[in-house]
């Protein structure tokens, strides 16, 4: 699950992580009253007013902004406020701001001797290891630095079940060219933001950029957090944070009815039980000369209410051209799926795009025969490569 900015702060400052202080605002009045608070707690009278998406690159996209007075941070507010911005990472339809974050100025005025770094923390899954990954090129898009410049980029792994270790913690410190109280900053910087990391369950946390203030302080200006959804059960204050408005509406619907459901952009809509055969189906659409326009998982029960949920979500997809359903029948009979089947295309009514349905297992002879005296456009299968045929047909 992603996190806004202000969330991910939250997070890693009940570990000792210091961070930018911040209020987060939904109007304009909410971002001028944030400011003046600020200005109590921490005595800032520069403000920086920061769009909270789930999305980076939102300082080149205009979501980022500085302001030097109570009137510039209303301004920039509500200039941001209600904004589409569109960056690489929200595809060319952006996203809408709906809050922004109004932080302190951690950049001292007159201060030169500041710098930025890049420190994340995520899951090596090859080496079955934690890993803190830091540059000393910080505040820039971090897939450029390791593209020109990879001898800037360090690794640290981490044994999760030790857990970080102080010399490791000094090792970060000691390639960051850092010395003195800033070096001691940095690894108790370091090893907060590791045991964030593994104390929130996060499959990422991203600081970038980590700044060392001008009298030594290191600071987290920015945050990306993403928690591993297998986790939330055992955080229930984290799951409260979710924001939907951020999530694609079909998935959100989806994840509601019980349903593991992925948009992508290709034409053939899929409805498989099984997350193996999900990623099998996917690579025959696209070996018989189609692209998946989805990854949807209706699992072991796939009964009448769920396929025809399933349906209806993949027909909001107006790029859907033909639809893929394979069922396994194992937990569940093939022709109880050919039921629910038949009976959703009923409910829903005429459907327009070609539907190619291969059944297999228990009771997968009697599931074809159904659906082919069911009088329904719905074209049956057993074999993949007979589906595989079909999909093929369907685009002739």
């Keep these: 699950m992603n996190l806004h900015e202000y969330q991910g702060k939250e997070l890693i400052s009940r570990f000792g992580v210091r961070i930018q202080q911040g209020i987060v605002a939904k109007t304009v009045d909410e971002a001028v009253a944030a400011a003046k608070k600020l200005h109590e707690d921490t005595g800032t009278s520069i403000w920086v007013v920061k769009a909270q998406i789930h999305a980076g690159g939102r300082g080149k996209a ?25 960056t690489p990472q929200t595809g060319a339809q952006g996203k809408l701001v709906n809050q922004v974050l109004i932080a302190q100025d951690v950049y001292y005025p007159g201060a030169e001797d500041t710098k930025e770094f890049y420190v994340s923390v995520l899951l090596d899954r090859e080496k079955s290891r934690n890993v803190i990954v830091y540059s000393t090129e910080g505040g820039m898009d971090i897939e450029e630095v390791a593209d020109k410049t990879p001898h800037l980029i360090h690794k640290e792994w981490i044994d999760p079940a030790v857990g970080i270790m102080p010399f490791q913690a000094r090792k970060v410190a000691f390639n960051l060219g850092l010395s003195g109280e800033s070096f001691k900053e940095m690894t108790r910087f370091v090893t907060s933001l590791y045991n964030a990391f593994t ?24 945050t990306k957090c993403v928690v591993d959804n297998n986790a939330l059960g055992r955080h229930a204050d984290i799951a409260a944070m979710r924001d939907l408005t951020e999530e694609d509406p079909t998935e959100v619907e989806a994840g509601e009815a019980g349903l593991n459901f992925v948009k992508l952009d290709g034409n053939v809509g899929c409805m498989v039980n099984g997350a193996g055969l999900a990623m099998a189906t996917m690579d025959i659409i696209k070996l018989s000369g189609g692209n998946p326009a989805n990854f949807l998982d209706v699992g072991g029960t796939a009964d009448a209410q769920r396929v025809e949920t399933a349906f209806k979500i993949i027909l909001k997809d107006p790029e859907v051209k033909a639809i893929l359903v394979n069922i396994f029948g194992g937990i569940v009979r093939c022709d109880r799926v050919a039921q629910g089947i038949i009976d959703a295309y009923k409910n829903i009514g005429e459907i327009s795009v070609p539907i190619i349905v291969r059944l297999q297992g228990t009771n997968a002879e009697e599931a074809k025969q159904m659906i082919d005296e069911s009088g329904l456009k719905v074209k049956s299968a057993i074999l993949l490569k007979e589906a595989a045929a079909l999909v093929q047909e369907a685009f002739a």
Excluded: M, Q
């Excluded at 950029?209 to 290191?218: E, F, H, N, Y």
């Design 199 to 222: 104390g929130n369950d996060c499959s990422l946390l991203e600081i970038n950029p980590v700044l060392k203030a001008s009298d030594g302080k290191i600071i987290a200006v920015d």
């Design 62 to 86: 205009g979501g980022v902004k500085v302001a030097k007075s109570l009137e510039e941070v209303a301004e920039k507010a509500g200039a941001i406020l209600g904004a589409t911005l569109v």
